[in-house]
């Protein structure tokens, strides 16, 4: 319990031991847990509490004593307002250091059998780390301070937006066409969703980019199926912004966490727009998941395709496989490739990439791995190694029991959730040895991390 002496706006002093699973600062204040973010290990600070549970308390930082050595000086002028990254203010030398730490932590808190011997690796970092993103979401309001639509992300744990026209990890095209997109929307004052009112249409900007290919992808996600100033927005839109070669509209008008509905109008150019890793060329549907780094996206297959360790006889599944690119990658030098995932549209633009890349051995079908794994064991298709790269809440219960009940020689899980992960090789651990953990750093300047790690069958 915290005692009752710290409470809520007090002020209070102490040392920074270690950071914790989202960059903040760990430090304890008369023996309880203090998350402080902002501050970095070895530092000495004086914080201010803002929140008091039964078991930790949150503060900010609001005067440095003794500082880290490895404390910079953050280049984004809204860094600590956005919360969008939570490590500028380190070096990035040791936010490598750090990703590797929360692998390392993420294992001692579920403790999956052996993992004291488990083999991990340094993390693989970028030579620049600014301006990688490939693909912007930025919401819309209307400021009644300002009188203008703006864009941005949301303050940390709430809907208070911070409008932002320079993102220093965004490629810089998607910000052009962000701002463009924004002064235009101004220009035609066209009506900007209140979710206080439930009134309103334009909810959100998505824009994606094939780097590779420099396509660029708008996609405006409304209220309704009404789009007021259609023609004149698609006109000078096109005309400003040679690179976008797709307009979408997609229709939300659910009151979800869920940023995207499930119905996508062409309102203009392509369904979807081209993009290259690794030799393999993809179409990207406004829908369909691909990694928002391509640089380090590319190490990423790599190192995937490493722990694979396939032979020309090997059989593939690739679940969760978005548009194909993990398959695909491999596809060419192994006996066949299949995959699944449970967006429609997804599937549609893997097998599009299998004909673009003239592949015969490879299928795709739309549904769950844990339904359709054994449903294509009971058809004979005995997979030698399967890939899974879950989203953030890791393998499904169900898909869990089924790589238990039918293990193949080679797993290789790509996760992009450390603690979900270790929570996941709890279970997995019982079936396989784990040979090795490789993180990569797949977005700099924030706290998380992609980790593959190689399982082989016992």
């Known amino acids: 319990m915290i005692q009752a002496g710290i409470k809520k706006g007090q002020t209070i002093q102490l040392k920074i031991k270690r950071l914790g699973i989202n960059g903040e600062g760990i430090g304890y204040f008369r023996k309880q847990i203090c998350f402080i973010p902002n501050a970095l290990p070895g530092e000495e600070i004086v914080a201010q509490v803002t929140n008091v549970s039964q078991t930790f308390a949150e503060g900010i930082v609001t005067k440095i004593i003794k500082k880290s050595p490895n404390r910079i000086t953050p280049p984004c002028q809204v860094y600590e307002a956005c919360g969008g990254c939570q490590l500028q203010h380190l070096t990035y030398e040791k936010q490598l250091q750090f990703k590797r730490d929360l692998v390392k932590q993420a294992l001692h808190k579920f403790k999956p059998a052996g993992y004291v011997d488990y083999d991990l690796r340094p993390t693989i970092g970028m030579d620049t780390p600014w301006h990688y993103r490939n693909k912007a979401q930025f919401q819309l309001r209307y400021s009644e301070k300002h009188h203008r639509i703006e864009a941005g992300l949301y303050r940390p744990n709430s809907h208070e937006l911070v409008p932002i026209d320079n993102c220093l990890v965004q490629e810089p095209q998607t910000q052009k066409v962000l701002n463009t997109t924004v002064q235009l929307l101004n220009k ?5 969703y209140d979710e206080k009112k439930n009134s309103g249409i334009f ?10 290919t420099n396509e660029v992808q708008l996609v405006f996600i409304t209220n309704s ?20 070669v797709s307009i979408m509209q997609n229709i939300q008008n659910k009151k979800t966490s869920l940023v995207m509905g499930d119905t996508t109008v062409n309102l203009w150019g392509k369904d979807a727009i081209e993009e290259q890793i690794n030799e393999v060329h993809f179409d990207l549907s406004a829908r369909a998941f691909f990694q928002l780094n391509p640089i380090q996206t590319s190490i990423l297959y790599q190192e995937t395709i490493r722990a694979m360790d396939y032979d020309s006889s090997h059989k593939i599944i690739d679940a969760y496989c978005g548009v194909g690119t993990i398959g695909l990658s491999v596809a060419s030098h192994v006996q066949s490739v299949r995959g699944m995932d449970t967006i429609p549209q997804a ?31 009971n058809e004979g298709y005995q997979a030698d190694c399967i890939v899974v790269d879950p989203p953030r809440t890791g393998l499904d219960t169900k898909l869990l029991q089924t790589l238990l009940k039918h293990p193949s020689k080679r797993l290789v899980y790509v996760s992009c959730n450390v603690s979900t992960l270790a929570r996941d090789l709890v279970q997995l651990s019982k079936a396989y040895h784990i040979d090795y953990l490789q993180s990569v750093d797949m977005f700099p300047q924030t706290a998380r991390c992609e980790v593959v790690t190689k399982l082989s069958k016992k």
Do not use: C
């Open 188 to 192: 035609y004052q066209v009506p900007i």
């Open 203 to 212: 909810r959100t900007l998505m824009v994606r980019i094939g780097i590779k």
């Open 225 to 244: 199926t009404k789009f007021p100033a259609k023609q004149a927005l698609i006109r000078e839109l096109t005309t400003r912004l040679p690179n976008v």
């Open 347 to 377: 599937i549609e633009d893997a097998h599009k990439n299998a004909q673009r890349k003239g592949l015969s051995n490879t299928y795709y079908e739309a549904g769950t791995a844990e339904s359709l794994i054994p449903k294509w064991i």
